[in-house]
Structure formats: structure tokens, C-alpha cells
């Protein structure tokens, strides 16, 4: 009966476990603000568009930044696109340029 009641206790943590460890969280290292400056690659998935280009974050830090998008953006939006420690890229969110510190107008030549 003890060896039954082990057993049962062990599958429930193990089952636990397995299920925590399916759940992967994202942790985001910054937002980083882009300005697009030239048209964007194609994939081979009809439909996607992919940029590769440099951008800076809040205290003025230069990272290379890629994301996929459906549509294009036209030259001269600027984007704020968070990026995860990994190097994914959440989806980017069109800023408007006033919105942005002084620091990061200067550095994408604003």
C-alpha cells in the first residue's frame, strides 16, 4: 500500500512538472526604436516581409533588430519593437516622433 501511495505521489509531482515546463515565458531584454529607411526583404512565406535593421533603446543602445511583418511600412516610420533576451521581436507598434526622448531623436537623425 506505501509503495502505491509513492508511486501516486511521484506521478502527480512528475505530471506537475512536465506541465510547468511546457510553459516557456518570454523575458523581454528592451524595447528597441527602429526607423525604417529601405524596403523589406521577402520570405519565402507569400505574404511576409522581413526587416533587418539597427536599433537603439532607451539609453542609446545600438542592437540589430529583425521582425516580420504582413505589410510593409513606409520609409520613415519608426517603430518601437520589443525584443526578448532570445532575440525574438514582439510585434512593432508605429510611435510617432515626438513621443520619443530627445536621445533616441538624435540618434535615428529625427
Known amino acids: 500500500m506505501k509503495v502505491m501511495k509513492a508511486f501516486a505521489i511521484l506521478s502527480c509531482l512528475a505530471a506537475f512538472m512536465l506541465v510547468g515546463c511546457g510553459k516557456k515565458e518570454?523575458?523581454?531584454e528592451?524595447?528597441?526604436?527602429v526607423q525604417i529607411d529601405e524596403e523589406p526583404e521577402e520570405t519565402n512565406n507569400e505574404g511576409q516581409y522581413v526587416y533587418n535593421v539597427e536599433g537603439i533603446d532607451?539609453?542609446?543602445n545600438k542592437k540589430v533588430v529583425y521582425f516580420y511583418v504582413e505589410e510593409p511600412y513606409e520609409i520613415g516610420t519608426v517603430l518601437r519593437v520589443p525584443r526578448s533576451v532570445?532575440?525574438?521581436t514582439g510585434?512593432?507598434?508605429?510611435v510617432e516622433a515626438d513621443d520619443l526622448s530627445?536621445?533616441?531623436k538624435e540618434k535615428l537623425h529625427l
Open 26 to 28: 518570454v523575458i523581454l
Open 102 to 104: 530627445d536621445e533616441i
Open 86 to 88: 532570445e532575440g525574438y
Open 30 to 33: 528592451n524595447d528597441y526604436y
Open 58 to 60: 532607451e539609453k542609446g
Open 91 to 94: 510585434d512593432p507598434e508605429v
